[in-house]
């Protein structure tokens, strides 16, 4: 069943202490991407990745980091430098945009919900 | 960078009754502009998306029209019924220079169908 994975579903974290969100995807595409959802304010993008041991930063990108080792896995660790980490997150894939190419589409994870306490 | 704006915020209408949702952006460089749907406690989907090279699209009860001089797009839905209630983001993208798709998302609208 091809899809893109996220874990955990829920996550708690005490304030000062790292956390790593996973997302693991098997559609074989080339870009993956973080996104923050917050009441109001739509999808952010945190960081991006078009190839392997490749990423960039997104709009959002400070007290966060990502790697990017394996074309079907992109981990987000949210450090204790974000200063308001409690949202909602998003994993994505999709593929490589060529002009006159294939879609552009973002195939969603079903997202992790991070409470820091 | 670019920056899209959407409206209205939330948007009830009766079973049966259209919907239209608006968004504008600010980057004239944008040329792809896809509309995902987010029902509640689920993931956003892609319902609808026009490259600007067209001004309407069409598929089912759903169509968008984009004007790219007055950069905005639309999303109309006809026909509603309960299960179109989800939030909508509208979306813009320049990726033809990187390859990867940097979409930047309007705030969402949530559309209530009243039965």
């Known amino acids: 069943d091809g899809g893109i994975t996220q874990s955990p579903k829920y996550l708690f974290r005490k304030e000062g202490q790292n956390v790593t969100l996973s997302c693991e995807q098997n559609?074989?595409?080339?870009?993956m991407y973080w996104y923050r959802q917050d009441p109001g304010q739509g999808l952010r993008l945190i960081y991006y990745?078009?190839?392997?041991?490749?990423?960039q930063k997104g709009d959002i990108a400070e007290g966060y980091s990502v790697s990017r080792e394996k074309k079907e896995s992109f981990p987000l660790t949210v450090t204790s430098a974000q200063k308001n980490p409690t949202a909602f997150y998003l994993c994505?894939?999709?593929?490589?945009?060529?002009?006159?190419?294939?879609?552009?589409?973002?195939?969603f994870g079903e997202g992790s919900r991070l409470t820091v306490l | 960078g670019e920056n899209v704006e959407q409206h209205p915020s939330t948007l009830s209408v009766q079973e049966g009754d259209s919907a239209v949702i608006k968004c504008t952006y600010s980057?004239?460089?944008?040329?792809?502009f896809p509309w995902y749907k987010q029902e509640l406690g689920k993931r956003p989907q892609l319902i609808i998306d026009?490259?600007?090279?067209?001004g309407e699209k069409k598929d089912q009860r759903i169509a968008v029209t984009l004007n790219k001089t007055a950069k905005h797009f639309s999303l109309h839905i006809t026909e509603t019924q309960p299960e179109d209630s989800a939030v909508y983001f509208c979306?813009?993208?320049?990726?033809?220079?990187?390859?990867?798709?940097?979409?930047?998302f309007g705030t969402g609208t949530r559309l209530t169908v009243i039965p």
């Open positions: 990745s078009q190839i392997v041991n490749d990423f």
């Open positions: 994505a894939s999709s593929w490589r945009l060529v002009a006159g190419g294939r879609t552009g589409e973002l195939f």
């Open positions: 026009i490259r600007s090279n067209v």
């Open positions: 980057d004239s460089a944008s040329n792809y």
């Open positions: 979306a813009a993208s320049s990726s033809s220079q990187t390859g990867a798709n940097n979409l930047f």
């Open positions: 559609l074989n595409h080339d870009a």
